[in-house]
């Protein structure tokens, strides 16, 4: 089993940043790869990002990337999402995944779950 713990979500004015992280325990952190989704209301779970177990291979998707960037402190158990120039449309829970295989963790199935955390833009 893995627990994952969020935190860092809150109220932002459009333009700005946060960065949430997600405290991992269970199991060896470095053998995980580690990802975001996110979930805006009345919508289903998007992909936002996943890293590699060691951290050398990370992607994100498409309407995200150039802004928000996925880092993991494996001496911590520790992955962030760093985001920047938020948009009102990145309002959404954004929970924090966790599956051995970063492939298979981008298809959102039999990956590990946080509770999520709420990211709120203003405009």
């Known amino acids: 089993q893995v627990q994952l713990v969020e935190s860092g979500g809150g109220l932002v004015q459009a333009g700005g940043s946060l960065r949430l992280s997600c405290a991992a325990s269970?199991?060896?952190?470095?053998?995980?790869?580690m990802g975001w989704f996110r979930q805006a209301p009345g919508k289903g779970r998007d992909f936002v990002a996943v890293i590699s177990g060691n951290g050398e291979i990370a992607w994100s998707a498409a309407s995200v990337k150039g802004r928000f960037t996925i880092s993991r402190d494996n001496a911590k158990n520790t992955v962030y999402l760093q985001m920047n120039s938020l948009k009102p449309e990145a309002t959404a829970i954004y929970s924090c995944?966790?599956?051995?295989?970063?492939?298979?963790?981008?298809?959102?199935?039999?990956?590990?779950w946080g509770q999520g955390t709420q990211v709120t833009v203003s405009s």
């Open positions: 995944a966790a599956h051995p295989a970063s492939v298979q963790l981008q298809r959102g199935q039999d990956n590990y």
């Open positions: 269970g199991r060896t952190f470095s053998s995980l790869a």
